[in-house]
Protein backbone atom coordinates (compact mmCIF):
# COMPACT_ATOMS: atom_id res chain seq x y z
CA UNK A 1 0.00 0.00 0.00
CA UNK A 2 1.12 3.83 -0.42
CA UNK A 3 1.93 5.16 2.56
CA UNK A 4 1.34 9.16 1.58
CA UNK A 5 -2.37 7.75 1.43
CA UNK A 6 -2.40 6.26 5.30
CA UNK A 7 -3.21 8.60 7.75
CA UNK A 8 -3.09 7.29 11.47
CA UNK A 9 -4.44 8.89 14.11
CA UNK A 10 -6.39 8.76 17.90
CA UNK A 11 -9.31 10.37 19.49
CA UNK A 12 -8.10 11.83 23.21
CA UNK A 13 -10.02 13.63 25.70
CA UNK A 14 -11.45 14.02 29.41
CA UNK A 15 -13.66 11.47 30.10
CA UNK A 16 -17.75 11.74 28.95
CA UNK A 17 -16.29 14.17 26.28
CA UNK A 18 -18.18 12.06 23.47
CA UNK A 19 -15.02 10.18 21.63
CA UNK A 20 -16.84 6.59 21.24
CA UNK A 21 -19.74 8.28 20.16
CA UNK A 22 -17.96 10.45 17.73
CA UNK A 23 -15.71 6.85 16.67
CA UNK A 24 -19.51 5.86 15.76
CA UNK A 25 -20.41 8.51 13.22
CA UNK A 26 -16.67 8.53 12.01
CA UNK A 27 -17.52 4.61 10.96
CA UNK A 28 -21.14 5.03 9.63
CA UNK A 29 -20.04 8.22 7.81
CA UNK A 30 -17.43 6.08 6.02
CA UNK A 31 -18.90 2.85 5.36
CA UNK A 32 -17.01 0.99 7.37
CA UNK A 33 -20.41 -0.71 9.66
CA UNK A 34 -23.35 -0.63 7.17
CA UNK A 35 -26.26 1.44 8.91
CA UNK A 36 -28.30 -1.75 9.84
CA UNK A 37 -25.49 -3.11 11.95
CA UNK A 38 -24.69 0.08 13.86
CA UNK A 39 -25.52 -0.03 17.81
CA UNK A 40 -23.70 2.52 20.26
CA UNK A 41 -20.33 2.24 21.47
CA UNK A 42 -19.45 0.01 18.60
CA UNK A 43 -15.69 -0.04 19.31
CA UNK A 44 -16.34 -1.11 22.86
CA UNK A 45 -16.89 -4.28 23.03
CA UNK A 46 -16.33 -5.37 26.68
CA UNK A 47 -19.56 -5.97 28.40
CA UNK A 48 -17.96 -3.71 31.24
CA UNK A 49 -17.45 -0.80 28.88
CA UNK A 50 -21.23 -0.51 27.55
CA UNK A 51 -22.93 -1.32 31.06
CA UNK A 52 -20.68 1.63 32.67
CA UNK A 53 -20.47 3.80 29.22
CA UNK A 54 -16.56 4.30 29.33
CA UNK A 55 -13.68 2.91 27.48
CA UNK A 56 -11.45 0.45 29.29
CA UNK A 57 -9.27 -1.17 26.19
CA UNK A 58 -7.91 1.32 23.43
CA UNK A 59 -9.80 0.03 19.98
CA UNK A 60 -7.89 0.21 16.47
CA UNK A 61 -9.87 0.16 13.40
CA UNK A 62 -9.42 1.16 9.80
CA UNK A 63 -11.66 3.16 7.37
CA UNK A 64 -11.21 4.38 4.27
CA UNK A 65 -12.60 8.13 3.11
CA UNK A 66 -11.55 9.61 -0.56
CA UNK A 67 -9.27 7.22 -1.53
CA UNK A 68 -7.08 7.88 1.56
CA UNK A 69 -6.88 4.74 4.65
CA UNK A 70 -7.71 6.11 8.27
CA UNK A 71 -6.43 4.01 11.01
CA UNK A 72 -8.36 5.11 14.36
CA UNK A 73 -7.17 4.10 18.22
CA UNK A 74 -9.99 4.94 20.19
CA UNK A 75 -8.75 5.31 23.56
CA UNK A 76 -9.89 5.36 27.26
CA UNK A 77 -10.37 8.85 28.96
CA UNK A 78 -10.39 7.74 32.43
CA UNK A 79 -7.12 8.85 34.19
CA UNK A 80 -6.38 4.87 35.54
CA UNK A 81 -5.98 3.91 31.97
CA UNK A 82 -3.92 6.94 30.81
CA UNK A 83 -1.45 3.64 29.82
CA UNK A 84 -3.73 2.85 26.99
CA UNK A 85 -4.02 6.39 25.68
CA UNK A 86 0.32 6.30 25.82
CA UNK A 87 0.57 3.55 23.70
CA UNK A 88 -1.95 4.54 21.41
CA UNK A 89 -0.28 8.09 21.20
CA UNK A 90 2.99 5.83 19.81
CA UNK A 91 1.44 4.46 17.02
CA UNK A 92 0.18 7.37 15.08
CA UNK A 93 1.31 10.45 13.50
CA UNK A 94 -1.90 12.82 14.66
CA UNK A 95 -4.71 13.04 17.71
CA UNK A 96 -7.70 14.29 17.37
CA UNK A 97 -8.29 16.46 20.60
CA UNK A 98 -12.09 16.11 21.79
CA UNK A 99 -13.54 19.16 23.98
CA UNK A 100 -17.20 18.85 24.95
CA UNK A 101 -19.00 21.80 24.19
CA UNK A 102 -21.26 21.88 27.42
CA UNK A 103 -18.46 21.70 29.48
CA UNK A 104 -15.14 23.11 27.98
CA UNK A 105 -11.35 22.42 28.72
CA UNK A 106 -11.45 19.58 32.02
CA UNK A 107 -8.32 18.62 33.84
CA UNK A 108 -7.56 15.35 32.17
CA UNK A 109 -8.10 17.26 28.73
CA UNK A 110 -4.35 19.18 29.90
CA UNK A 111 -2.61 15.78 30.88
CA UNK A 112 -3.86 13.81 27.51
CA UNK A 113 -2.66 16.86 25.28
CA UNK A 114 0.67 16.85 26.78
CA UNK A 115 1.25 13.66 26.75
CA UNK A 116 0.18 13.92 22.01
CA UNK A 117 2.49 17.49 22.67
CA UNK A 118 5.45 14.68 23.61
CA UNK A 119 4.65 12.21 21.27
CA UNK A 120 5.39 15.46 19.16
CA UNK A 121 1.56 14.36 17.02
CA UNK A 122 -0.34 16.69 15.22
CA UNK A 123 -3.18 18.13 16.90
CA UNK A 124 -6.68 18.29 15.36
CA UNK A 125 -8.48 20.82 17.90
CA UNK A 126 -12.49 19.28 17.77
CA UNK A 127 -15.20 20.71 19.91
CA UNK A 128 -18.05 18.02 20.23
CA UNK A 129 -21.87 17.86 21.53
CA UNK A 130 -22.42 21.54 19.57
CA UNK A 131 -26.08 19.91 18.83
CA UNK A 132 -26.96 19.71 23.23
CA UNK A 133 -29.26 22.86 24.21
CA UNK A 134 -26.38 23.36 26.67
CA UNK A 135 -23.58 23.90 24.10
CA UNK A 136 -21.53 26.98 24.60
CA UNK A 137 -20.18 26.26 21.37
CA UNK A 138 -18.41 30.13 20.15
CA UNK A 139 -16.96 30.48 23.66
CA UNK A 140 -15.29 26.71 24.09
CA UNK A 141 -13.92 26.89 20.55
CA UNK A 142 -12.37 30.62 22.12
CA UNK A 143 -11.03 28.42 24.97
CA UNK A 144 -9.34 25.75 22.97
CA UNK A 145 -7.93 28.03 20.24
CA UNK A 146 -6.23 29.85 23.58
CA UNK A 147 -5.31 26.47 25.04
CA UNK A 148 -3.68 25.84 21.80
CA UNK A 149 -1.98 28.99 20.29
CA UNK A 150 -4.21 28.80 17.54
CA UNK A 151 -6.80 30.71 14.95
CA UNK A 152 -10.36 30.01 16.64
CA UNK A 153 -11.15 29.12 12.63
CA UNK A 154 -8.81 25.32 13.09
CA UNK A 155 -11.14 24.29 15.55
CA UNK A 156 -13.40 22.09 14.19
CA UNK A 157 -17.11 21.51 15.99
CA UNK A 158 -19.12 18.60 15.33
CA UNK A 159 -21.86 16.33 16.63
CA UNK A 160 -21.50 12.68 17.90
CA UNK A 161 -25.31 12.32 18.30
CA UNK A 162 -26.57 13.82 14.83
CA UNK A 163 -23.62 13.75 12.28
CA UNK A 164 -23.00 17.11 12.07
CA UNK A 165 -19.56 18.19 10.88
CA UNK A 166 -18.26 14.51 10.39
CA UNK A 167 -17.50 14.41 6.89
CA UNK A 168 -15.55 17.87 7.13
CA UNK A 169 -13.96 16.52 9.96
CA UNK A 170 -12.62 13.35 7.81
CA UNK A 171 -11.71 15.75 5.10
CA UNK A 172 -9.54 17.40 8.00
CA UNK A 173 -7.88 14.48 9.19
CA UNK A 174 -6.59 13.53 5.66
CA UNK A 175 -5.28 17.20 4.77
CA UNK A 176 -3.92 17.80 8.50
CA UNK A 177 -2.17 14.61 9.95
CA UNK A 178 1.17 13.66 8.58
CA UNK A 179 0.96 10.48 6.37
CA UNK A 180 3.68 8.14 7.85
CA UNK A 181 7.17 7.95 7.16
CA UNK A 182 8.15 5.28 4.05
CA UNK A 183 9.50 2.74 5.27
CA UNK A 184 11.50 1.79 2.31
CA UNK A 185 12.10 -1.38 0.94
CA UNK A 186 13.67 -3.04 4.32
CA UNK A 187 12.98 -6.09 6.57
CA UNK A 188 9.89 -5.94 8.14
CA UNK A 189 9.72 -4.39 11.65
CA UNK A 190 6.99 -2.93 13.72
CA UNK A 191 6.20 -2.27 17.10
CA UNK A 192 3.72 -4.08 19.29
CA UNK A 193 1.10 -1.84 21.00
CA UNK A 194 -1.60 -4.08 22.34
CA UNK A 195 -1.84 -7.92 22.42
CA UNK A 196 -4.73 -10.42 23.31
CA UNK A 197 -4.56 -14.13 23.99
CA UNK A 198 -6.86 -16.90 22.15
CA UNK A 199 -6.80 -20.33 23.79
CA UNK A 200 -6.96 -21.54 20.25
CA UNK A 201 -4.17 -19.73 18.26
CA UNK A 202 -2.32 -17.93 20.70
CA UNK A 203 -1.03 -14.99 21.12
CA UNK A 204 -2.56 -11.95 18.05
CA UNK A 205 -0.18 -8.83 18.63
CA UNK A 206 -1.57 -5.36 17.85
CA UNK A 207 1.31 -3.98 16.18
CA UNK A 208 2.31 -0.36 14.00
CA UNK A 209 4.53 -1.70 11.15
CA UNK A 210 7.47 0.94 10.36
CA UNK A 211 9.20 -0.84 7.51
CA UNK A 212 9.05 -3.36 5.01
CA UNK A 213 5.95 -5.75 4.97
CA UNK A 214 5.13 -9.03 6.65
CA UNK A 215 2.37 -11.98 5.33
CA UNK A 216 1.43 -15.33 6.35
CA UNK A 217 4.23 -17.85 7.00
CA UNK A 218 6.44 -15.29 6.83
CA UNK A 219 9.56 -15.60 9.85
CA UNK A 220 9.21 -13.03 12.23
CA UNK A 221 10.75 -13.10 15.55
CA UNK A 222 9.98 -10.86 18.92
CA UNK A 223 12.92 -9.20 19.40
CA UNK A 224 13.28 -8.65 23.20
CA UNK A 225 11.83 -11.71 24.02
CA UNK A 226 14.22 -13.41 21.48
CA UNK A 227 11.59 -15.31 20.10
CA UNK A 228 10.98 -16.77 16.72
CA UNK A 229 7.53 -17.70 15.03
CA UNK A 230 5.90 -18.20 12.10
CA UNK A 231 2.95 -15.87 10.97
CA UNK A 232 -0.18 -17.88 11.31
CA UNK A 233 -2.24 -14.84 10.02
CA UNK A 234 -1.85 -11.25 9.67
CA UNK A 235 -4.50 -9.22 8.99
CA UNK A 236 -6.55 -5.66 9.94
CA UNK A 237 -9.13 -4.11 12.29
CA UNK A 238 -12.45 -3.61 10.54
CA UNK A 239 -13.69 -3.54 13.58
CA UNK A 240 -13.04 -6.81 13.94
CA UNK A 241 -10.06 -9.15 13.01
CA UNK A 242 -9.83 -9.27 9.41
CA UNK A 243 -7.19 -11.20 7.40
CA UNK A 244 -4.92 -9.18 4.49
CA UNK A 245 -2.60 -10.65 2.45
CA UNK A 246 -0.02 -8.39 3.76
CA UNK A 247 0.64 -5.61 6.38
CA UNK A 248 3.01 -3.16 5.02
CA UNK A 249 4.88 0.37 6.86
CA UNK A 250 2.36 2.99 7.92
CA UNK A 251 -0.19 0.45 8.48
CA UNK A 252 -1.97 -1.12 11.52
CA UNK A 253 -2.91 -4.77 12.00
CA UNK A 254 -2.21 -7.76 13.94
CA UNK A 255 -0.46 -10.69 13.58
CA UNK A 256 -1.38 -14.31 14.64
CA UNK A 257 1.83 -15.99 16.20
CA UNK A 258 0.58 -19.07 17.49
CA UNK A 259 2.32 -18.83 20.78
CA UNK A 260 0.55 -19.98 23.51
CA UNK A 261 3.24 -19.74 26.44
CA UNK A 262 3.08 -16.62 28.53
CA UNK A 263 5.55 -14.08 29.29
CA UNK A 264 6.71 -14.10 25.69
CA UNK A 265 4.71 -11.19 23.93
CA UNK A 266 5.15 -7.69 25.81
CA UNK A 267 3.88 -4.31 24.93
CA UNK A 268 6.92 -2.21 23.46
CA UNK A 269 8.46 -5.03 21.78
CA UNK A 270 9.71 -5.07 17.87
CA UNK A 271 8.48 -7.21 15.93
CA UNK A 272 10.66 -7.96 13.07
CA UNK A 273 11.72 -10.90 10.28
CA UNK A 274 13.63 -13.27 11.67
CA UNK A 275 16.22 -11.82 9.06
CA UNK A 276 16.57 -8.41 10.58
CA UNK A 277 19.93 -7.76 12.40
CA UNK A 278 19.01 -4.02 13.67
CA UNK A 279 18.78 -3.43 17.58
CA UNK A 280 14.97 -3.29 18.85
CA UNK A 281 12.68 0.03 19.09
CA UNK A 282 12.83 2.06 22.35
CA UNK A 283 9.34 0.36 22.98
CA UNK A 284 7.50 1.81 25.98
CA UNK A 285 8.02 3.67 29.29
CA UNK A 286 6.53 0.69 32.01
CA UNK A 287 3.36 1.44 34.44
CA UNK A 288 4.40 1.41 37.42
CA UNK A 289 1.56 0.67 39.92
CA UNK A 290 -0.13 3.07 42.12
CA UNK A 291 -2.68 0.94 43.72
CA UNK A 292 -1.90 -2.39 45.78
CA UNK A 293 -4.58 -5.05 47.40
CA UNK A 294 -4.38 -8.38 47.70
CA UNK A 295 -7.15 -10.70 46.22
CA UNK A 296 -7.55 -14.41 47.80
CA UNK A 297 -10.15 -16.65 46.50
CA UNK A 298 -13.21 -17.19 48.51
CA UNK A 299 -12.35 -21.32 48.44
CA UNK A 300 -9.08 -22.56 48.36
CA UNK A 301 -9.88 -25.23 45.69
CA UNK A 302 -10.14 -21.60 43.00
CA UNK A 303 -6.54 -21.05 43.90
CA UNK A 304 -5.48 -22.56 40.34
CA UNK A 305 -8.52 -21.11 39.18
CA UNK A 306 -7.14 -17.38 40.36
CA UNK A 307 -3.76 -18.18 39.15
CA UNK A 308 -4.56 -18.66 35.33
CA UNK A 309 -7.33 -15.95 35.11
CA UNK A 310 -4.55 -13.27 36.42
CA UNK A 311 -2.45 -14.74 33.99
CA UNK A 312 -5.32 -14.61 31.10
CA UNK A 313 -5.91 -11.14 32.33
CA UNK A 314 -2.24 -10.19 32.17
CA UNK A 315 -2.07 -10.61 28.03
CA UNK A 316 -4.82 -8.58 27.70
CA UNK A 317 -3.86 -5.86 30.36
CA UNK A 318 0.17 -4.98 30.37
CA UNK A 319 -0.96 -2.61 33.16
CA UNK A 320 -1.12 -4.77 36.56
CA UNK A 321 0.96 -6.77 37.80
CA UNK A 322 0.99 -9.85 40.45
CA UNK A 323 2.77 -11.59 42.51
CA UNK A 324 1.88 -14.75 45.26
CA UNK A 325 1.02 -14.38 48.47
CA UNK A 326 -0.10 -16.22 51.93
CA UNK A 327 -2.63 -14.98 55.18
CA UNK A 328 -2.75 -16.94 57.95
CA UNK A 329 -6.44 -16.09 58.25
CA UNK A 330 -7.43 -15.98 54.45
CA UNK A 331 -4.89 -18.51 53.08
CA UNK A 332 -2.75 -18.25 49.63
CA UNK A 333 -3.72 -15.53 47.17
CA UNK A 334 -1.89 -12.74 45.22
CA UNK A 335 -0.70 -9.13 45.76
CA UNK A 336 -2.26 -7.14 42.62
CA UNK A 337 -0.35 -3.72 41.36
CA UNK A 338 -3.13 -1.72 39.53
CA UNK A 339 -3.28 1.81 38.10
CA UNK A 340 -6.29 3.35 40.41
CA UNK A 341 -9.17 2.86 42.51
CA UNK A 342 -11.31 2.58 39.10
CA UNK A 343 -8.26 0.03 37.54
CA UNK A 344 -8.43 -2.25 40.60
CA UNK A 345 -12.56 -2.64 40.66
CA UNK A 346 -12.27 -3.37 36.70
CA UNK A 347 -9.98 -6.09 36.99
CA UNK A 348 -11.44 -7.96 40.00
CA UNK A 349 -14.88 -7.30 38.40
CA UNK A 350 -13.96 -8.91 35.41
CA UNK A 351 -12.21 -11.68 37.48
CA UNK A 352 -15.76 -12.32 38.80
CA UNK A 353 -17.48 -12.38 35.88
CA UNK A 354 -15.42 -14.01 32.89
CA UNK A 355 -14.10 -16.73 34.81
CA UNK A 356 -16.97 -16.96 37.81
CA UNK A 357 -14.21 -16.41 40.59
CA UNK A 358 -15.53 -15.00 44.23
CA UNK A 359 -12.67 -13.31 45.69
CA UNK A 360 -11.82 -11.82 48.94
CA UNK A 361 -9.91 -8.14 48.01
CA UNK A 362 -7.76 -6.52 50.91
CA UNK A 363 -8.03 -2.88 51.48
CA UNK A 364 -6.50 -1.20 48.66
CA UNK A 365 -2.74 0.70 49.83
CA UNK A 366 -0.34 2.06 48.46
CA UNK A 367 3.76 1.57 48.29
CA UNK A 368 5.47 3.09 51.56
CA UNK A 369 9.51 3.01 51.98
CA UNK A 370 10.19 2.43 55.25
CA UNK A 371 14.10 3.32 57.72
CA UNK A 372 13.64 0.62 60.77
CA UNK A 373 15.85 1.43 63.82
CA UNK A 374 18.16 -0.99 63.06
CA UNK A 375 19.22 0.95 60.47
CA UNK A 376 17.85 -1.37 57.45
CA UNK A 377 14.97 -0.32 55.21
CA UNK A 378 12.11 -1.89 52.91
CA UNK A 379 9.40 -1.64 50.90
CA UNK A 380 5.99 -1.95 52.21
CA UNK A 381 3.47 -2.98 49.46
CA UNK A 382 0.95 -4.32 52.12
CA UNK A 383 -0.61 -2.90 55.44
CA UNK A 384 -0.47 -5.87 57.44
CA UNK A 385 3.45 -6.03 56.57
CA UNK A 386 4.07 -2.45 57.96
CA UNK A 387 6.33 -2.74 60.62
CA UNK A 388 4.92 -1.56 64.30
CA UNK A 389 5.23 1.96 65.16
CA UNK A 390 8.62 1.23 67.98
CA UNK A 391 10.68 0.02 65.19
CA UNK A 392 9.98 2.56 62.92
CA UNK A 393 12.52 5.43 62.30
CA UNK A 394 11.35 7.15 59.38
CA UNK A 395 9.11 6.53 56.44
CA UNK A 396 8.76 8.15 52.69
CA UNK A 397 5.43 7.87 50.79
CA UNK A 398 5.18 9.14 46.92
CA UNK A 399 3.00 12.37 46.76
CA UNK A 400 1.21 13.61 43.38
CA UNK A 401 0.80 16.55 41.54
CA UNK A 402 -2.57 17.54 40.56
CA UNK A 403 -4.60 19.44 38.85
CA UNK A 404 -8.07 20.98 39.36
CA UNK A 405 -10.50 22.96 37.27
CA UNK A 406 -13.55 24.42 39.07
CA UNK A 407 -16.19 27.22 39.20
CA UNK A 408 -14.73 29.71 41.61
CA UNK A 409 -18.13 29.41 43.73
CA UNK A 410 -17.21 25.69 44.71
CA UNK A 411 -13.38 27.19 46.03
CA UNK A 412 -15.02 27.54 49.87
CA UNK A 413 -16.01 24.13 50.49
CA UNK A 414 -13.04 22.63 48.25
CA UNK A 415 -10.41 24.68 50.03
CA UNK A 416 -11.27 22.98 53.11
CA UNK A 417 -11.13 19.33 51.45
CA UNK A 418 -7.66 20.18 50.35
CA UNK A 419 -6.81 21.55 53.59
CA UNK A 420 -8.02 17.95 55.33
CA UNK A 421 -6.22 15.68 53.01
CA UNK A 422 -2.91 17.59 53.39
CA UNK A 423 -3.47 19.47 50.19
CA UNK A 424 -0.81 22.38 49.12
CA UNK A 425 -1.40 24.74 46.79
CA UNK A 426 1.12 25.59 44.65
CA UNK A 427 -0.79 27.74 41.89
CA UNK A 428 -3.91 29.06 40.96
CA UNK A 429 -5.33 30.74 38.21
CA UNK A 430 -8.13 31.83 36.28
CA UNK A 431 -8.85 29.22 33.51
CA UNK A 432 -11.73 30.11 30.29
CA UNK A 433 -15.21 31.24 31.29
CA UNK A 434 -15.40 31.20 34.94
CA UNK A 435 -13.22 28.63 35.97
CA UNK A 436 -10.14 28.27 38.22
CA UNK A 437 -7.36 25.72 37.81
CA UNK A 438 -5.46 24.97 40.77
CA UNK A 439 -2.19 23.00 40.71
CA UNK A 440 -1.14 21.68 43.99
CA UNK A 441 0.58 18.52 45.55
CA UNK A 442 -0.88 15.60 47.77
CA UNK A 443 0.30 12.21 49.33
CA UNK A 444 -1.01 9.51 47.26
CA UNK A 445 -2.67 7.99 50.29
CA UNK A 446 -4.85 10.73 50.43
CA UNK A 447 -5.98 11.00 47.08
CA UNK A 448 -7.55 7.59 47.83
CA UNK A 449 -8.88 8.61 50.72
CA UNK A 450 -12.51 8.93 49.60
CA UNK A 451 -11.10 12.52 47.63
CA UNK A 452 -12.70 11.53 44.03
CA UNK A 453 -16.37 11.26 45.77
CA UNK A 454 -15.18 14.24 47.91
CA UNK A 455 -14.40 16.50 45.04
CA UNK A 456 -17.63 15.43 42.71
CA UNK A 457 -19.99 15.91 45.59
CA UNK A 458 -18.72 19.77 46.47
CA UNK A 459 -18.35 20.96 42.79
CA UNK A 460 -22.11 19.55 42.76
CA UNK A 461 -20.04 17.73 40.15
CA UNK A 462 -18.44 20.19 37.54
CA UNK A 463 -14.79 20.06 39.14
CA UNK A 464 -12.32 17.60 36.94
CA UNK A 465 -9.10 16.33 38.39
CA UNK A 466 -6.23 15.07 36.84
CA UNK A 467 -3.09 13.86 38.72
CA UNK A 468 0.96 12.34 38.25
CA UNK A 469 2.95 10.86 40.76
CA UNK A 470 6.15 12.65 40.77
CA UNK A 471 8.35 12.25 44.19
CA UNK A 472 8.35 10.61 47.45
CA UNK A 473 8.44 12.76 50.76
CA UNK A 474 8.53 12.22 54.10
CA UNK A 475 5.31 10.71 55.70
CA UNK A 476 4.12 10.19 59.69
CA UNK A 477 2.22 7.14 58.99
CA UNK A 478 1.02 4.15 61.30
CA UNK A 479 -0.27 0.80 60.79
CA UNK A 480 -3.96 0.28 62.11
CA UNK A 481 -5.11 -3.46 63.09
CA UNK A 482 -8.83 -4.51 63.01
CA UNK A 483 -8.99 -7.72 65.81
CA UNK A 484 -12.01 -9.72 65.51
CA UNK A 485 -12.70 -12.40 68.20
CA UNK A 486 -8.82 -11.85 69.27
CA UNK A 487 -7.42 -12.41 66.09
CA UNK A 488 -6.16 -9.91 63.68
CA UNK A 489 -7.60 -9.79 60.06
CA UNK A 490 -4.98 -8.38 57.77
CA UNK A 491 -7.52 -8.24 55.16
CA UNK A 492 -8.59 -4.90 57.23
CA UNK A 493 -5.10 -3.81 58.49
CA UNK A 494 -4.73 -0.30 56.94
CA UNK A 495 -1.98 2.58 56.78
CA UNK A 496 -3.24 5.81 58.07
CA UNK A 497 -1.93 9.76 59.00
CA UNK A 498 -0.69 9.81 62.86
CA UNK A 499 -3.18 12.61 63.09
CA UNK A 500 -6.32 10.91 62.10
CA UNK A 501 -5.57 7.35 64.12
CA UNK A 502 -7.90 7.31 66.44
CA UNK A 503 -11.16 8.82 64.32
CA UNK A 504 -9.92 6.05 61.60
CA UNK A 505 -9.89 3.74 64.27
CA UNK A 506 -12.93 4.54 65.73
CA UNK A 507 -14.86 4.85 62.00
CA UNK A 508 -13.58 1.85 60.90
CA UNK A 509 -14.96 -0.34 64.22
CA UNK A 510 -18.43 1.50 64.13
CA UNK A 511 -18.84 0.20 60.39
CA UNK A 512 -17.36 -3.30 61.00
CA UNK A 513 -19.97 -3.06 64.01
CA UNK A 514 -22.93 -2.26 61.70
CA UNK A 515 -22.29 -5.10 58.98
CA UNK A 516 -21.18 -7.92 60.98
CA UNK A 517 -23.52 -11.00 61.45
CA UNK A 518 -23.99 -12.17 65.01
CA UNK A 519 -22.92 -15.43 65.87
CA UNK A 520 -23.84 -17.84 68.89
CA UNK A 521 -21.86 -16.75 70.86
CA UNK A 522 -20.46 -12.61 72.36
CA UNK A 523 -17.39 -11.22 70.72
CA UNK A 524 -15.33 -8.31 70.35
CA UNK A 525 -14.77 -6.18 66.99
CA UNK A 526 -11.30 -3.86 68.44
CA UNK A 527 -9.04 -1.25 66.60
CA UNK A 528 -5.57 -1.36 67.31
CA UNK A 529 -3.52 1.48 66.44
CA UNK A 530 -0.08 3.59 68.49
CA UNK A 531 0.65 0.73 70.32
CA UNK A 532 -3.23 0.30 72.40
CA UNK A 533 -6.47 -0.56 71.96
CA UNK A 534 -7.79 2.51 70.50
CA UNK A 535 -11.92 1.46 69.67
CA UNK A 536 -13.99 -1.50 70.37
CA UNK A 537 -17.38 -2.91 70.20
CA UNK A 538 -18.93 -5.91 71.63
CA UNK A 539 -21.47 -8.09 69.62
CA UNK A 540 -23.81 -10.23 71.16
CA UNK A 541 -24.53 -13.45 71.09
CA UNK A 542 -28.13 -14.90 69.58
CA UNK A 543 -30.49 -15.50 71.88
CA UNK A 544 -31.74 -18.68 72.43
CA UNK A 545 -33.32 -19.92 75.27
CA UNK A 546 -32.51 -24.01 75.88
CA UNK A 547 -35.25 -24.49 77.86
CA UNK A 548 -37.85 -22.21 76.10
CA UNK A 549 -39.60 -25.15 74.88
CA UNK A 550 -40.12 -26.86 77.97
CA UNK A 551 -43.38 -26.33 79.84
CA UNK A 552 -44.33 -27.29 83.81
CA UNK A 553 -42.43 -29.36 85.65
CA UNK A 554 -39.40 -28.80 88.26
CA UNK A 555 -37.83 -25.44 87.69
CA UNK A 556 -34.74 -26.89 88.37
CA UNK A 557 -34.89 -29.03 85.09
CA UNK A 558 -35.01 -25.22 83.11
CA UNK A 559 -32.18 -23.72 85.38
CA UNK A 560 -29.91 -26.86 84.38
CA UNK A 561 -30.35 -26.87 80.83
CA UNK A 562 -29.63 -22.80 80.87
CA UNK A 563 -26.30 -23.81 82.77
CA UNK A 564 -25.63 -25.95 80.56
CA UNK A 565 -25.78 -23.57 77.35
CA UNK A 566 -24.06 -20.78 79.33
CA UNK A 567 -20.97 -23.33 79.61
CA UNK A 568 -21.45 -23.94 75.82
CA UNK A 569 -21.13 -20.90 74.66
CA UNK A 570 -18.45 -20.08 76.85
CA UNK A 571 -16.76 -23.36 75.23
CA UNK A 572 -17.62 -22.18 72.21
CA UNK A 573 -16.09 -18.40 72.81
CA UNK A 574 -12.45 -20.15 73.61
CA UNK A 575 -12.63 -22.51 70.73
CA UNK A 576 -15.11 -21.18 67.91
CA UNK A 577 -14.15 -18.55 65.27
CA UNK A 578 -15.88 -15.77 63.68
CA UNK A 579 -16.65 -16.34 59.80
CA UNK A 580 -16.54 -13.36 57.95
CA UNK A 581 -18.89 -13.31 55.00
CA UNK A 582 -17.21 -11.87 51.43
CA UNK A 583 -19.29 -9.44 51.59
CA UNK A 584 -18.47 -7.48 54.73
CA UNK A 585 -15.11 -7.28 52.57
CA UNK A 586 -16.58 -5.50 49.97
CA UNK A 587 -18.27 -2.89 52.12
CA UNK A 588 -15.34 -2.43 54.46
CA UNK A 589 -13.55 -1.78 50.85
CA UNK A 590 -15.91 0.39 49.43
CA UNK A 591 -15.33 3.30 52.25
CA UNK A 592 -18.42 5.33 51.18
CA UNK A 593 -21.01 2.81 52.20
Same mark, same amino acid.
Given at each position: ??? @???? #??????????????????????????????????????????????????????? *?????????????????????????????????????????????????????????????????????????????????????????????????????????????????????????? #?? +???????????????????????????????????????????????????????? $??????????????????? +???????????????????? $????? $????????????????????????????????????????? %????????????????????????????????????????????????? @????????????????????????? *??????????????????????????????? #?????? !??????????? #???????????????????????????????????????? $?????? !???????????????????????????????????????????????????????????????????????????????????????????? *???? %??
Amino acid at each position: MDS @SRIR #NFSIIAHIDHGKSTLADRLLEATGTIEKRKMQDQVLDSMELERERGITIKLAPVR *MSWKGHTLNLIDTPGHIDFSYEVSRALKAVEGSLLLVDATQGVQAQTLTTLNMAREGGLVIVPVVSKIDSPLARTSEVIHEVAQLLGCDPSEVLAVSGKTGEGVEHLLDEIVRRVPAPAAGG #NG +PFRSLIFDFQYSTHIGIIVYVRAVSGSAKRHDKLAFKVAGREFEAIDVGIFTPKET $PAESLSAGEIGYIVTGIKE +PGIASVGDTIASAKDALPPF $PGYRS $PRPVVWASLYPESQDDLALLRQALGRLRLSDASFTYEEESS %GTLGKGYRCGFLGMLHMEIVTERLRREFGLELVVTMPTITYEVELKDGT @SKTVYSPALFPDDGEVKGVSEPIVT *MKIITPPAYLGGLMKALYDHEGEISATESFG #NDRTLL !VLKMPLRELMR #NFFDELKSLSSGYASISYDITESRPADVVRMDIIVNDEPV $PAFARV !VARRRAELEAEQAVERLHAIMPRELFTYKIQSKALGRIISSRTISGKKKDAAGTLSGGDITRKMKLREKQKEGRKRLKEHGSVVIPQEVFVK *MMRS %GE
